[in-house]
Structures are given as C-alpha cells and as structure tokens.
C-alpha cells in the first residue's frame, strides 16, 4: 500500500465510481480499476461493492476513509513544509463555511487567497450550520478548515472566534425613506420580510421575544444568498450582514442600523492536529480581513462618521480596488489612499 493508492481509493470515493474518478485522474479506467484491486488484495478485505452501475463503499472501505484522508494530507504537509521555503506553490485548502457566511465572506476571501497563491486551490463544502455536520466534516477530512456563526465545542475540534459582523435593515428601492439611521428596532412590525431559514428566523424570533415586535414574514427563503434579488424586486425589506448589505445597496437597495445593535458572531473551526500550510495561509487571510475590515470603519467613527456610512466609504475604497483589479498594496491600513485602493474581505 502506498501513498497514491490511497489517494486512488479516496478519488474512488468522491466522484462515486471508477469512470469519473480515472477521468479526474487522467487515468486509463482499467488502470485505475487495477489499482483498487491491488489495494484491496495488500489490505485483505473488500474496499467497495457494486450496486447496478455505481460502486458503495463496503464497511472496510468506510474504515478507511478517515484514515486514508489524514494519510494523504500528511504526505501533502511534508511536500508542503519542504516547498513553503520556495513559498507556497501547489496544494489544497479543504474549507467547509456556512451558508449563511458564503455570499458576505467567502467569495472575497477566496479570490484574495488566490491571488496571493495562486498555485494553491481551493475545495469548498457548504453546511447549513449543524455542529454534528460540522464535526463530520472535519472528523473524516472533508474539510480541515470550517466557518461557522455558532460556536462547536468537541473533543479534538478547535474553535476560534476570529470576527463579527454587524446586521443591516435593507429596504428595497423607495421603500420608507421616513425610517431613521439607526432605525428603532420597533419599526419592524409589520413590515413586510424576507427571511433565510438560519440567521435571518433565529433574529426574528429573538427580537419577537425580547421587544414583542412581529415582523410580517412574506418570503421564506432556503439560502441567504438568495436574499437580495428579492429585496431588489420589492417583496420585502430583510435583515442581511454587513458586507451582504453594502452588495444589496450597490443594486439600489437603502439600508438603516438597527437600534440596538444587532451582531454576528464568526467562528472558525479546526482539527486540534496541525494543519496543513495551506490552511493555516488560508485562516490567516480571513482573521487578517476581518481585522483590517473592522480597523477601517472604527478609524471613520472615530472621525465623526456614522457606523454606516463608514462601511460604506470603506467599501466604495474596495470596490475602486477591485474594478483595477490592484494587488499590492493588498490592503491599506486606512483605506483613505488617492486613487483609492485596498481589497475585500
């Protein structure tokens, strides 16, 4: 048994049948079949079972799973601590991320890791926040780095809180032009809402609870990020994070605080073994954007601004970045330069 057997069994494993796995491996399918039987013969025991064209794994083969993935990435983490001294050049980042982070975070993450890595890739798993999905994740090596808006405590999993957000009123175009900055949270009720099945219900139903306020729920939505076409199209008003809002309001949306604050929290987390160097570059990026996020707008309170229009000059100074496609400086601890630069999150 070696290295690429495993990596073989595991390909096996993801894409569900011997076919597409030797296309993903630029191998001969008769090829990669007789690698799994070599494997199987070395290890004594069945990896898989037939079921009409399609291949399951039998109970050996799932064993093996969890202990053929730490295998592989270790092997990946050796390559990479030799090749970190040349920089990091080839590898993987295994992340798993909340739907309800996606559209506000990852995106902008990714395509700053890429471009400070751009011989790294990039493997995305969503979850719908569920911390036993979650543990699963990491626990088998799906994922070796996830984000969440809930804390996870178990036995050899790390969580880190590393950042929050705060939450936005965006209301379609020429809606209540009459609500204030920052909008009493009374002024909810019985205004027309869009809501996701995750942040978005679990702030209602606490602002019901604390401040007997019913919002008037009118679209019901699966994924946060199919929140603002709708609030674009003036089915309702709805509650998104901050950096989802700056988006709602590029397409014409108005946004208000609410009074009293409502928040976020991030959380990242992590297999209590090292990770491996693409990873751990891949955290680091994300706690250094969040950061530099929270430094600029904190800089334009403290200048006079209110909360939101210092997003949303910070975000006018990303969006000038990213239309020049700018790389270096990646992002200016002011955000304040002439001509404006700096970077997402």
Known sequence: MNVRELEC???????????????????AQPSLSQIIRRLEGDLGVELFRRVG??????????????????????????????????????????????ASLTSSFLAAWVGHFRRRHPGLTVRLTQHDGDTDE?????????AELAYTVAPVTRHGIECTRIGAGEVVLALPPGWRNEFPDPAPVALLDGL??????????????????????????????????GLVPFIIAGAGAALLPMRQALDARRRGASLRMIDPLASRAIYAITPSAPMSMPASKFLELS???????????????DRGMTLLEAAIDADSVI???????????????????????????
Do not use: C
Request: glycine content about 6%.
């Open 9 to 27: 069994f595991l390909a096996v494993v993801d894409h569900g049948s011997i076919t597409r796995a030797a296309s993903a491996l630029y191998l």
């Open 53 to 98: 064209r399609g291949l399951v794994l039998a109970p050996a083969g799932e064993a093996l799973v969890g202990a053929a993935r730490q295998v592989v990435r270790d092997m990946h983490q050796a390559r990479q601590i030799a090749e970190s001294y040349r920089g990091l050049e080839r590898g993987r980042v295994d992340l798993a991320i909340s």
């Open 134 to 142: 979650i543990v699963a994740l990491i626990r088998t090596g799906e």
């Open 192 to 225: 027309p809402m869009i809501v996701d099945r995750g942040f978005g219900r679990a702030y209602l139903d606490s602002i019901r609870d604390t401040s007997a306020v019913e919002p008037a729920v009118v679209v019901d939505v699966s994924e946060p990020a």
């Open 287 to 301: 706690k250094e954007n969040l950061e530099r996020w929270e430094r600029a707008v904190t800089m334009r309170t």
């Open 319 to 345: 969006e000038t970045a990213y239309q020049r496609l700018e790389e270096t400086p990646y992002y200016p601890s002011d955000l304040t330069v002439s001509p404006r630069s700096g970077t997402d999150l």
